[in-house]
Nanobody, 123 residues
Framework: QVQLVESGGGLVQPGGSLRLSCAAS??????IGWFRQAPGKEREGISC???????FVADSVKGRVTISRDHAKNMVLLQMNALKPEDTAIYYC???????????????????WGQGTQVTVSS
Protein backbone atom coordinates (compact mmCIF):
# COMPACT_ATOMS: atom_id res chain seq x y z
CA GLN A 1 0.00 0.00 0.00
CA VAL A 2 1.39 3.37 -1.02
CA GLN A 3 1.57 5.94 1.72
CA LEU A 4 2.91 9.48 1.80
CA VAL A 5 3.08 11.35 5.08
CA GLU A 6 4.09 14.98 5.38
CA SER A 7 5.31 16.55 8.58
CA GLY A 8 7.08 19.67 9.79
CA GLY A 9 4.50 22.33 9.11
CA GLY A 10 3.49 24.94 11.64
CA LEU A 11 3.35 28.61 12.49
CA VAL A 12 6.47 30.65 11.83
CA GLN A 13 7.25 34.34 11.79
CA PRO A 14 8.22 36.11 8.57
CA GLY A 15 11.88 35.52 7.85
CA GLY A 16 11.84 32.22 9.69
CA SER A 17 12.55 28.71 8.46
CA LEU A 18 10.81 25.38 8.37
CA ARG A 19 11.83 21.96 7.19
CA LEU A 20 9.09 19.77 5.80
CA SER A 21 9.48 16.02 5.52
CA CYS A 22 7.79 13.52 3.25
CA ALA A 23 7.95 9.87 4.18
CA ALA A 24 7.07 7.55 1.31
CA SER A 25 6.40 3.84 1.57
CA UNK A 26 5.09 1.14 -0.73
CA UNK A 27 6.86 2.40 -3.85
CA UNK A 28 9.85 1.03 -5.72
CA UNK A 29 10.61 4.32 -7.47
CA UNK A 30 10.04 7.65 -5.82
CA UNK A 31 10.25 10.84 -7.72
CA ILE A 32 8.80 13.24 -5.17
CA GLY A 33 7.23 16.59 -5.80
CA TRP A 34 6.19 19.29 -3.37
CA PHE A 35 3.12 21.36 -4.09
CA ARG A 36 1.25 23.97 -2.12
CA GLN A 37 -2.21 25.45 -2.15
CA ALA A 38 -3.03 28.76 -0.56
CA PRO A 39 -6.62 29.70 0.31
CA GLY A 40 -8.51 30.70 -2.80
CA LYS A 41 -5.63 29.84 -5.12
CA GLU A 42 -4.76 26.96 -7.42
CA ARG A 43 -2.28 24.34 -6.32
CA GLU A 44 1.26 25.32 -7.24
CA GLY A 45 4.26 23.06 -7.75
CA ILE A 46 7.37 24.32 -6.01
CA SER A 47 10.06 21.67 -6.05
CA CYS A 48 10.82 18.06 -6.91
CA UNK A 49 13.55 15.45 -6.75
CA UNK A 50 13.92 12.56 -9.16
CA UNK A 51 14.87 8.96 -8.52
CA UNK A 52 18.47 9.86 -9.39
CA UNK A 53 18.35 12.93 -7.12
CA UNK A 54 18.16 15.53 -9.84
CA UNK A 55 16.20 18.45 -8.49
CA PHE A 56 14.04 21.31 -9.64
CA VAL A 57 12.96 24.41 -7.77
CA ALA A 58 10.31 26.79 -9.09
CA ASP A 59 11.20 30.42 -9.67
CA SER A 60 8.63 31.49 -7.08
CA VAL A 61 10.74 30.01 -4.28
CA LYS A 62 14.18 29.77 -5.84
CA GLY A 63 16.93 30.85 -3.48
CA ARG A 64 14.76 30.14 -0.44
CA VAL A 65 13.93 26.46 -0.88
CA THR A 66 16.17 23.40 -1.00
CA ILE A 67 15.00 19.87 -1.62
CA SER A 68 16.99 16.81 -0.62
CA ARG A 69 16.61 13.13 0.02
CA ASP A 70 17.57 11.20 3.13
CA HIS A 71 18.13 7.77 1.67
CA ALA A 72 18.68 6.13 5.03
CA LYS A 73 15.27 7.24 6.26
CA ASN A 74 13.54 7.08 2.86
CA MET A 75 12.40 10.65 3.27
CA VAL A 76 12.44 13.78 1.15
CA LEU A 77 13.13 17.05 2.92
CA LEU A 78 12.06 20.52 1.89
CA GLN A 79 14.05 23.24 3.63
CA MET A 80 12.33 26.60 3.43
CA ASN A 81 14.10 29.77 4.53
CA ALA A 82 13.25 33.46 4.60
CA LEU A 83 9.57 32.60 4.73
CA LYS A 84 7.03 35.22 3.73
CA PRO A 85 3.32 35.56 4.56
CA GLU A 86 2.55 34.61 0.95
CA ASP A 87 4.14 31.21 1.62
CA THR A 88 1.17 30.40 3.82
CA ALA A 89 -0.48 27.33 2.34
CA ILE A 90 -1.11 23.65 2.75
CA TYR A 91 1.97 21.83 1.50
CA TYR A 92 1.60 18.46 -0.16
CA CYS A 93 4.13 15.91 -1.25
CA UNK A 94 3.34 13.64 -4.15
CA UNK A 95 5.00 10.60 -5.70
CA UNK A 96 5.46 9.50 -9.26
CA UNK A 97 5.77 5.71 -9.28
CA UNK A 98 7.58 5.58 -12.64
CA UNK A 99 11.38 5.69 -12.66
CA UNK A 100 12.65 9.02 -13.85
CA UNK A 101 16.03 10.74 -14.15
CA UNK A 102 14.41 14.15 -14.02
CA UNK A 103 11.33 15.70 -12.51
CA UNK A 104 8.90 18.52 -13.04
CA UNK A 105 6.32 20.18 -10.86
CA UNK A 106 3.34 19.47 -13.03
CA UNK A 107 0.67 17.39 -11.38
CA UNK A 108 0.05 14.84 -14.10
CA UNK A 109 2.79 12.26 -13.36
CA UNK A 110 2.16 12.26 -9.63
CA UNK A 111 -0.22 9.43 -8.87
CA UNK A 112 0.03 9.45 -5.10
CA TRP A 113 -0.53 12.35 -2.74
CA GLY A 114 -0.15 12.96 0.94
CA GLN A 115 -2.77 14.67 3.06
CA GLY A 116 -0.79 17.86 3.41
CA THR A 117 0.74 19.90 6.20
CA GLN A 118 -0.23 23.46 7.04
CA VAL A 119 2.40 26.18 6.91
CA THR A 120 1.40 29.55 8.29
CA VAL A 121 3.75 32.52 8.11
CA SER A 122 2.54 35.30 10.33
CA SER A 123 3.75 37.67 12.99
Amino acid sequence: QVQLVESGGGLVQPGGSLRLSCAASGLEFTTIGWFRQAPGKEREGISCISDTDNTFVADSVKGRVTISRDHAKNMVLLQMNALKPEDTAIYYCAADSQFSDFCAVIEDPYAYWGQGTQVTVSS
